[in-house]
């Protein structure tokens, strides 16, 4: 990807950061993902008073795309610390893995990210039936 491309991506994941529902972790995150056709889908943390009902950023993200009917992905963006790289937990890294989104930048700023491929954030991820040939 071009430079002036993950800027671009990166800037969409901070300004969807800034809608962050984080009362509990007050760590707000922002993810911007990039579809084959060029659209961008942002999503953002939304927490539950009931933890684990919490959505992540990049599970938000990837859910607008696939609403829209969009299921191929060139990369996805994610920003959650300004001061630390911000990595996907493990269930996103499964939920990422199932869309096969090749790139993850995780983004302290537009300028400062470190890229993630997709076997870089989940080797040898499991497929089910459908995944098999990905082993
Ligand atoms: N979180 C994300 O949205 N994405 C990540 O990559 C890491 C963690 C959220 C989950 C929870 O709302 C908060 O950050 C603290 O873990």
């Known amino acids: 990807m071009r ?7 990166v800037r969409h994941a901070m300004d969807a950061r800034l809608h962050a529902y ?3 972790s007050h760590f707000p995150v922002g993810a911007a993902a990039l579809t084959l056709d060029g ?3 942002t999503g953002c943390n939304v927490e539950n008073a009931s933890y684990p009902a919490g959505l992540c950023a990049e599970r938000n993200a990837v859910g ?9 992905f ?5 920003c959650g ?19 096969r989104v090749p790139l993850v930048i995780c983004a302290r700023s537009e ?6 491929t997709e076997e870089e954030l989940l ?5 089910g039936d459908a995944g098999k040939e990905k082993a």
């Open 39 to 41: 659209r961008i889908f």
């Open 74 to 78: 060139r990369a996805i963006a994610v």
């Open 22 to 24: 984080a009362p509990y």
């Open 3 to 9: 430079t002036e491309e993950i800027a671009r991506l």
């Open 64 to 72: 607008s795309a696939v609403a829209a009917g969009v299921t191929e």
């Open 81 to 99: 610390s300004l001061s630390e790289y911000t990595t996907p937990c493990g269930l996103c890294r499964q939920f990422l893995a199932e869309f």
């Open 123 to 127: 080797p040898r991820a499991f497929g």
């Open 111 to 116: 300028e400062d990210y470190i890229i993630m």
